[in-house]
């Protein structure tokens, strides 16, 4: 089954710098989309970046410019490079993957089957 691993959160001052990282195992060959969610107290999920093939990226509005979202194919791993954080990018940090093919990422949740277990951060 398809599996999905978050690692790399923590806690960071305001203006420092976290990566996180994401490993897919059996993920489908068909698919080529992934995306980084966070979800905060009494917030909705927010997509926050998404990747298609190497090249098309999108990212939410308040991450743009200090977020960059990437993968490394030959390692089935995906990052999300996080700058400049601020208090309000604290959250539980969830890695997502589609089940099927599309040509331009998306940040709503209904793109995406498969789901981590998430990696905290807390930017203070």
């Known amino acids: 089954h398809v599996q999905l691993v978050e690692s790399g959160g923590g806690s960071m001052q305001p203006g420092g710098s976290l990566r996180l990282s994401c490993i897919a195992s059996n993920f489908p060959r068909s698919s080529n989309c992934m995306g980084w969610y966070r979800k905060t107290p009494g917030k909705e999920r927010e997509g926050v970046a998404a990747i298609s093939g190497d090249i098309r990226l999108k990212y939410a509005d308040s991450v743009e410019g200090r977020f960059t979202i990437s993968q490394d194919n030959g390692k089935n791993i995906m990052y999300l490079q996080m700058n400049s954080l601020k208090p309000e990018d604290g959250g539980m940090y969830y890695c997502?993957?589609?089940?099927?093919?599309?040509?331009?990422?998306?940040?709503?949740?209904?793109?995406?089957?498969?789901w981590g277990q998430g990696t905290q951060v807390t930017v203070s």
């Open positions: 997502a993957g589609r089940d099927s093919y599309r040509s331009n990422p998306r940040l709503e949740a209904k793109e995406y089957a498969y």
